[in-house]
């Protein structure tokens, strides 16, 4: 009887916090919202939100462009918001809004890309240098010999993009690979010119061993990549031209799937964005969260991107 | 020789040319094609990929969606007026048509074979002459200024496809998807199909803009539009027409280029209208009004290009394309003021 009591007085007690935290308004700003990556983020902060009885408001720059970022960010502030996780698209840029937020005791993360700089309470995302060296490592995996490899970011200026590099570097360098002229290629986010700059590094470079971007720019623009990849696939289906990629969003995955890749190294970007809403939540309530919360790689082959597909 | 002559009395558009005013040397297009023609061998006499066939397609197709746009936007600058809304264009059009051939493939127009992509590209189509339309209009009848009529619906058209696609990539589909791309990104003669689109749109545009009584209306109203109007010219049904075609041409390179990606992503062809707008000028085409043709707008897009891919060839770094493309620019207008430039 007595334990039932407790039950009942436990079960009233954990829906009137889940109620109270119904009002509570999170945001969730993607660096772009025109980039699919961001879509698995913010499907994943509206599940966790809806189990936490929270709100989760995605709104973000309708393309990559930091002073936009901050503009909405700024809006947020204005309307009250309770918390806010950004997805920093210049790390310099957000400093000076993180404190703004702060300032009027709105708790502030930061997911997927960092700014570790700013007076943000904590940072969920990808340890971005490990997945350079991961992908390092499974290129060596499929081609141990070391040989030449050139390489793509999106622009100099983003912080996880150069800790990947760095990470990538690290790996093949160390192993003995020598990095072609003219790479890394920046591509603007612009799937149409990373497709052309992977083609370019192909007709430069007609014996480089391996062309490993560390975003999936190309990707999403699947025909065009695809042609890019047949114009090589004597040297793929040779073994001489391992085609490792980064990140497994459905477009990649199915792009493994029917042959154009052989490894994918995926982030997590929708673990992030429910992560990003449990932290919120916890920071609201005065709890404390560790400063930095790395989530997880997968890596996917031939063997097991059924399990992702699905 | 009477250039020397300093009678009060010549005429200075009478007198007998200077040999670099001679027809070969005569345009800023056929000096700016030696210029393509010197760059293009440099680029490949020091990047000997250049001239592999796969390079050769690959460039002859990109440049091509540039081109094909630079050929409507002359138009528009011949007449003097601007056009920045096709890079928006573009995207809308491109989104539109994969999100309408998609829509179709679910309905009883699949069962008739090409039906829906055929239904898909005038839909597409359409709306590019649509908006065309709209700028036209307003800068015809309403006399509003062109460059901020069609900076309007840059923006309206760009906000519109992010609310329309949620900034999410757009694929085509459909049970003919196979054909479309045939049709947007395959091949013809050997050649890709982009640039025969190209080549025969330019040739039609030469003929016509040479031949037709609209062609020269075209050039009249670039050189003098009140004179024109006195003249008895249509001036506004001529000026719509030419935002209309300058559309059309957006739209169609905005449907090829997803053809050739297999997706419309939202951000498909940000800040093009620079581009577009420089290969025309590079081309030779006046931004005053009264110059400009087909040939100087595809030499001006394939420069473009050439610089691109000879900088990636290369091996230099991504970014000193904009530069070079901007001193190309600079270049171009600077010889062809010191060249027309009469003796004092």
């Given amino acids: 009887m007595k334990s039932l009591l407790l039950a009942a007085c436990a079960a009233v007690a954990l829906m009137s916090s889940a109620q109270a935290a119904e009002n509570y308004k999170f945001a969730l700003i993607p660096k772009g919202m025109d980039n699919p990556y961001f879509d698995l983020s913010r499907d994943g902060c509206m599940e966790e939100a809806k189990t936490l009885g929270v709100t989760c408001i995605y709104k973000g720059p309708a393309t990559h462009e930091p002073a936009t970022e901050v503009q909405i960010m700024q809006d947020f502030i204005s309307q009250g918001v309770d918390g806010i996780a950004i997805s920093v698209a210049d790390a310099d840029s957000v400093i000076g809004v993180i404190k703004q937020a702060r300032d009027a005791n709105i708790p502030v993360i930061t997911f997927d890309a960092d700014a570790d700089q700013s007076v943000r309470q904590a940072y969920v995302g990808t340890d971005n240098k490990e997945m350079g060296r991961e992908l390092g490592r499974q290129l060596i995996k499929a081609h141990p010999q070391p040989s030449t ?33 003219g790479s890394p290629a920046f591509c603007n986010d612009d799937s149409a010119l990373a497709a052309q700059q992977l083609s370019d590094f192909a007709t430069a470079n007609p014996d480089i061993g391996a062309i490993i971007p560390i975003g999936g720019w190309a990707l999403f623009a699947p025909k065009a990549y695809r042609n890019y990849v047949d114009a090589n696939m004597d040297k793929v289906k040779a073994g001489k031209f391992p085609l490792v990629m980064p990140d497994t969003l459905p477009v990649e995955l199915e792009t493994l799937r ?53 | ?74 138009l528009v600058i011949i007449t003097g007026g601007i056009d920045l809304s096709v890079g928006s264009t573009m995207a809308l059009v491109a989104v539109v048509t994969t999100i309408v051939m998609k829509a179709l493939a679910g309905t009883a127009v699949a069962a008739v074979p090409y039906l829906g992509i055929t239904l898909a590209v005038v839909c597409g189509l359409g709306l590019a002459a649509f908006i065309g339309l709209i700028n036209g ?161 595809v030499i001006g897009a394939a420069l473009i290009e050439v610089i691109r891919n000879g900088l990636a060839l ?14 190309i620019i600079i270049l171009a207008v600077l010889v062809d003021r010191l060249r027309s430039r009469e003796p004092e």
């Fill in chain 2, 137 to 297: 209009l307003l800068i015809a009848k309403v006399r509003l200024s062109p460059f901020v009529t069609t900076l309007g619906m840059l923006s309206i058209c760009r906000g519109a496809t992010y609310v329309i696609t949620q900034g999410r990539g757009q694929a085509p589909g459909g049970p003919q998807v196979n054909t479309f791309y045939a049709v947007t990104d395959g091949r013809l003669f050997g050649l890709p199909v982009a640039l025969v689109y190209v080549l025969v749109l330019a040739l039609i545009m030469g003929v016509v803009l040479r031949h037709t009584r609209w062609g020269r209306y075209v050039f009249v109203l670039g050189g003098n539009e009140r004179a024109a109007k006195l003249t008895g010219v249509s001036v506004s049904r001529v000026k719509i027409s030419v935002y209309v075609l300058c559309a059309m041409s957006a739209g169609l390179a905005g449907i090829l280029i997803a053809g050739w990606l297999g997706s419309a992503p939202a951000n498909l062809a940000l800040g093009y209208e620079l581009k577009i707008i420089a290969a025309s000028v590079i081309g030779g085409a006046d931004l005053a009004g009264g110059v400009g043709g087909p040939v100087g707008a």
């Fill in chain 2, 1 to 74: 020789m009477s250039d020397s002559v300093a009678d009060p009395l010549s005429f200075s558009n009478v007198r007998e040319r200077r040999w670099y005013k001679h027809s070969g040397f005569s345009s800023q297009t056929a000096y700016v094609a030696t210029a393509f023609v010197a760059i293009a061998a440099l680029v490949a006499i020091f990047a000997p990929h250049f001239l592999s066939t796969g390079n050769l397609l690959n460039t002859s197709k990109n440049f091509s969606y540039i081109a094909i746009v630079a050929l409507g936007s002359t």
């Fill in chain 1, 149 to 181: 490899f050139a390489t793509q970011s999106g622009g100099p200026a983003a912080s996880n993009l150069n800790d990947r590099l760095a990470g990538l570097y690290e790996v093949l360098k160390g192993a003995g690979w020598t990095e072609v002229k």
């Fill in chain 2, 314 to 327: 290369f091996g230099a770094d991504t970014y000193w394309e904009q530069v070079f493309v901007g001193t």
């Fill in chain 1, 258 to 310: 029917d042959g154009y890749a052989q490894v994918l190294v995926g982030q997590r970007p929708h673990e992030m964005g429910q992560k990003a809403m449990q932290m919120l939540l916890a920071l609201k309530k005065g709890e404390k969260v560790p400063v930095s919360n790395v989530v997880g790689l997968d890596v996917v082959t031939k063997d097991n991107v059924g399990n992702f597909l699905k």
